[in-house]
């Protein structure tokens, strides 16, 4: 983010017509930052911009989107969010960022705190090849998953079984080599990441 350029779209909110259409934009790249923003919502937020494309209003909202990430998920004090912008940054757009986000802080770190509950984590994963059956030898990949329950502390096993040709194993088996290799170097929740 410190990068001149990354901070170049933000002017562009000085088009919305109000504080309340600011703070829309803000909740609703929230609402959506699992999925990204259907096509109704960016209708709604290009006109409430005054924008005629999707070109001027991508940089905008993936810039938002990063420093909503920045205000939740990297432990940012509510009193510090200001020092996220940089000079060049506009006064009235600093102190009306820093106030809406400073508004949602707790309540977006509250809904990060209910994803993570409710998604199991991925204690461990297994694989080995057999043959589907007797009659037809190909390969079948067998993977095993351990996942842990936040909610209930309980452990379950998945199995997932699919069928490979073998002009494919190898790539299989390099992409679960460099999967466990990720998981490894992981201890917390694997955590989806906002699209822009």
């Given at each position: 983010m410190?990068?001149?350029?990354?901070?170049?779209?933000?002017?562009?909110?000085?088009?919305?017509?109000?504080?309340?259409?600011?703070?829309?934009?803000?909740?609703?790249?929230?609402?959506?930052?699992?999925?990204?923003?259907?096509?109704?919502?960016?209708?709604?937020?290009?006109?409430?911009?005054?924008?005629?494309?999707?070109?001027?209003?991508?940089?905008?909202?993936?810039?938002?989107?990063?420093?909503?990430?920045?205000?939740?998920?990297?432990?940012?004090?509510?009193?510090?969010?200001?020092?996220?912008?940089?000079?060049?940054?506009?006064?009235?757009?600093?102190?009306?960022?820093?106030?809406?986000?400073?508004?949602?802080?707790r309540e977006w770190r509250e809904d990060v705190l209910k994803d993570q509950a409710a998604l199991p984590r991925l204690k461990a994963m297994t694989w080995n090849m057999s043959t589907s059956n007797t009659e037809t030898p190909d390969p079948v990949a067998v993977i095993n998953l351990r996942l842990q329950n936040d909610v209930k502390f309980r452990y379950d096993d998945s199995e997932v079984k699919f069928q490979l040709e073998r002009d494919t194993l190898d790539t299989m088996l390099r992409s679960m080599h460099s999967i466990a290799e990720q998981l490894s170097e992981t201890d917390g929740p694997l955590n989806g990441q906002m699209p822009p």
């Open positions: 410190e990068n001149h350029a990354f901070w170049d779209h933000l002017p562009l909110l000085v088009r919305a017509n109000s504080k309340d259409s600011v703070e829309y934009i803000l909740q609703a790249l929230w609402r959506t930052r699992t999925t990204g923003l259907d096509t109704a919502d960016r209708g709604i937020i290009r006109d409430k911009l005054q924008l005629q494309n999707d070109a001027e209003l991508d940089p905008l909202l993936v810039c938002l989107r990063m420093l909503i990430r920045k205000c939740v998920y990297e432990n940012t004090n509510k009193e510090d969010i200001h020092k996220l912008f940089p000079s060049e940054v506009l006064p009235e757009l600093q102190r009306l960022l820093t106030l809406l986000l400073q508004k949602f802080q």
